[in-house]
């Protein structure tokens, strides 16, 4: 087997970088593999849940970047990795990994992903979803609100106070660092096989 490509997808907040990063996997079907570095966020379980509140989880230092790094590096060896899970409605890791095997193409997204200049270093093709603030911050409402047991009021209150600063610092200027910027509103279908067309790799033998 070749050694596996790695494609990052990042954005703000609400951007649809899962919803691309999923479509992307999806029309791939068995020669990719996926990993969201929300994945590795640090395990806060020595906390108390009103502490774990207070962590600002937009900030790089939040992630276990060591540990995601070196997943990439692996992966890249061709040799599989044991994925934390992380439970998002308490701010901890939960029991058990999900095992990633190397394939053609591993997809991996989040809002920090190019953040860091070792995994943009990583990375054979980065892509940035350029979204409106105030499109992504109804997203993120409707999604912490139906999934994650948040109010409407304080997923509000967060985007203004913590969210769109640390995407400011952290996350909006890292579109310079992007092979390939789409800018809202594109057609996720179009968007995905045109990416596909460009740079997915011959298939392996």
């Avoid at 108390?48 to 962590?55: C, G, H, I, K, M």
Wanted: hydrophobic share 40%; charged share 30%; with cysteine.
């Amino acid at each position: 087997m070749t050694q596996p490509a790695i494609w990052g997808v990042c954005g703000g907040s609400g951007s649809g970088k899962t919803t691309l990063a999923r479509s992307l996997y999806e029309r791939l079907g068995d020669r990719a593999g996926f990993v969201a570095i929300d994945s590795y966020y640090k395990d806060l379980g020595h906390l108390s849940l009103a502490e774990r509140n207070e962590v600002n989880f937009d900030h790089p230092d939040s992630l276990d970047l060591d540990l995601f790094v070196e997943h990439l590096d692996v992966l890249r060896r061709g040799e599989s990795v044991e994925v934390p899970r992380y439970d998002f409605s308490v701010h901890s890791r939960s029991e058990g990994t999900d095992l990633l095997s190397p394939v053609d193409v591993i997809i991996t997204e989040g809002i920090l992903l190019l953040a860091d200049e070792r995994i943009r270093d990583r990375l054979d093709v980065a892509i940035f979803l350029d979204v409106d603030a105030t499109l992504r911050l109804e997203r993120r409402v409707a999604r912490d609100v139906a999934e994650r047991g948040r109010t409407e009021e304080g997923v509000r209150q967060v985007f203004a106070s913590v969210v769109q600063p640390m995407e400011e610092l952290f996350v909006l200027p890292m579109s310079e660092h992007a092979d390939v910027v789409l800018e809202h509103p594109f057609d996720l279908d179009d968007a995905t096989s045109r990416l596909l067309t460009a740079h997915a790799p011959a298939e392996s033998e």
